[in-house]
């Protein structure tokens, strides 16, 4: 077959590199002719660097990160856009054996509740001594580390006082924590499972506690790519949109598991990557919880680039100083998500959208059918501390953080 489009595609080894990997393994990205070539890297860093010189036209990267880059914030870094989400969901945080005992101790469970086995943590951190406990995150400008900081904060944790944060690569985080290097981290799959039954970490909490189908990977374009190779851009928007179908049906979990599996993605046993693609996590302790929506792919608008999301994460790079709240930064928060480009992408294929490009993150208690057709259901989306983020209201919720 004649191949119309070129593209080269960085990314991560992470369960939630799915929708590019199936892209080019099962035709999907072929039948849009676009000869599409993957290319994997260990850390977001270089995943950014390569996108700035070229050697990528589209990433599978961090929510935050081209954010950031747009802000000057990391460089580095391209000018970059976000015409599609990888999906909701995903991430959890590992403690070391000795971390969950003492948290055991002050209550928590291994139902993975984000408000009790907060408390627990805070518990266990006001009766510590000597150098303060060491968490890991994936980078300074990733879901990881502001969910993390949201639990921790929620909780009555200072993420800045009460604990140490350093930036780990996602496949380093159970060798370190096994090591006494960390005493926990917030990553992505396989690396929780990894570290649970590989080196002997226990779950605390998960990202669907903390905050219920929350955004996480993101395409992340080269802008100036883009501008230039706008049908090549728009038939891959259709490939992972078929990619993401295929993932989201329970019969492919474990064919995924084993597309996965190969040396040049994640390259871990497939055995390690099933539970997570099926919500069926080890927890530590041989326990076993199902957690239904942690790996969502497709449902629930999982790949709509919504712009609240861009400005929640927004809202936690002003939280936590990582740059100053003005006018001109939130617009280009909320510019760098292109939900536009997505539905121009998918219009064609009779799909069934979000009219709105925003939404108040934390509103839905259930799962809600949307639009006349009743095709598209969102939610439940809500915060374990029951907190909301109205996108139209971000001076007001920047402020309440502050007070907080």
């Given at each position: 077959?004649?191949m119309?489009?070129?593209?080269t595609?960085?990314f991560?080894p992470?369960?939630?590199?799915a929708?590019?990997v199936?892209a080019?393994e099962k035709?999907?990205?072929a ?6 070539t993957?290319?994997r890297?260990?850390?977001?860093a270089s995943?950014?660097d390569?996108?700035a010189?070229?050697?990528f036209?589209v990433?599978?990267?961090l929510?935050p990160m081209?954010?950031?880059c747009?802000?000057?914030l990391?460089?580095p ?7 599609m989400?990888?999906?909701l969901?995903?991430?959890a945080?590992?403690v070391s054996?000795?971390?969950w005992?003492a948290m055991?101790g002050?209550?928590?469970t ?5 408000r ?5 943590l805070?518990r266990?951190i ?5 150098e303060p406990?060491?968490f ?7 879901g990881?580390n ?18 140490e944060i ?12 096994a ?5 926990g981290?917030?990553?992505g ?6 570290g ?7 779950l605390?909490?998960?990202k669907?506690?903390i905050w219920?189908?929350?955004?996480e990977?993101?395409l992340?374009?080269?802008?100036r ?5 706008p049908?090549?851009?728009?038939a891959l ?6 990619a993401?179908v295929?993932?989201?049906?329970l019969?492919n979990?474990?064919e995924l598991?084993h597309l996965l599996?190969?040396p ?9 990557l ?13 326990v076993?919880?199902?957690?239904g929506d942690?790996f969502?792919?497709?449902?629930k608008?999982?790949t709509?680039?919504?712009k609240?999301h861009?400005?929640?994460f ?5 939280r ?11 617009q280009v928060?909320?510019e760098?998500?292109?939900?536009d480009?997505y539905?121009?992408?998918?219009k064609?294929?009779?799909l ?8 108040v993150?934390?509103a839905l208690?259930?799962?809600t059918?949307?639009g006349?057709?009743g095709?598209?259901?969102l ?5 374990f ?5 109205d996108?139209d209201?971000?001076d007001a919720?920047?402020?309440a953080?502050?007070?907080g």
């Amino acid at each position: 077959m004649t191949m119309s489009h070129a593209i080269t595609a960085g990314f991560v080894p992470l369960l939630d590199s799915a929708l590019l990997v199936v892209a080019k393994e099962k035709g999907f990205a072929a039948a849009q002719s676009i000869d599409l070539t993957l290319v994997r890297e260990r850390s977001w860093a270089s995943i950014r660097d390569r996108l700035a010189v070229r050697h990528f036209d589209v990433a599978h990267i961090l929510g935050p990160m081209p954010i950031a880059c747009n802000l000057g914030l990391s460089a580095p870094a391209p000018k970059m856009i976000v015409p599609m989400a990888l999906g909701l969901g995903g991430n959890a945080v590992t403690v070391s054996t000795a971390l969950w005992q003492a948290m055991a101790g002050e209550g928590a469970t291994d139902d993975l509740d984000a408000r009790e086995n907060g408390v627990a943590l805070r518990r266990v951190i006001a009766g510590h001594k000597g150098e303060p406990l060491r968490f890991g995150v994936v980078h300074p400008y990733s879901g990881h580390n502001y969910e993390l900081r949201y639990w921790l904060a929620a909780s009555g944790i200072d993420p800045e006082r009460d604990i140490e944060i350093v930036v780990l690569p996602p496949p380093d985080m159970g060798d370190a924590l096994a090591q006494g290097l960390i005493d926990g981290y917030c990553a992505g799959e396989p690396w929780n499972t990894f570290g649970v039954l590989k080196r002997g970490g226990h779950l605390a909490t998960v990202k669907a506690a903390i905050w219920r189908s929350s955004p996480e990977k993101v395409l992340g374009v080269n802008a100036r790519w883009a501008e230039t190779h706008p049908k090549a851009l728009a038939a891959l928007l259709v490939a992972l949109h078929a990619a993401s179908v295929w993932c989201g049906k329970l019969g492919n979990r474990e064919e995924l598991a084993h597309l996965l599996a190969q040396p040049g993605y994640v390259g871990r046993d497939a055995e390690l990557l099933l539970p997570a693609l099926n919500g069926n996590l080890p927890v530590g302790g041989g326990v076993v919880q199902n957690i239904g929506d942690f790996f969502v792919p497709n449902a629930k608008a999982a790949t709509f680039p919504w712009k609240s999301h861009a400005l929640w994460f927004y809202t936690q790079m002003v939280r936590w100083r990582q740059i100053s709240h003005t006018a001109e930064h939130q617009q280009v928060a909320a510019e760098t998500y292109r939900p536009d480009m997505y539905r121009a992408a998918l219009k064609t294929l009779g799909l069934a959208m979000p009219s709105a490009s925003s939404k108040v993150e934390g509103a839905l208690a259930v799962e809600t059918p949307v639009g006349s057709s009743g095709a598209l259901t969102l939610g439940p989306d809500g915060f374990f501390d029951g907190g909301r983020f109205d996108p139209d209201d971000v001076d007001a919720y920047i402020q309440a953080q502050r007070i907080g």
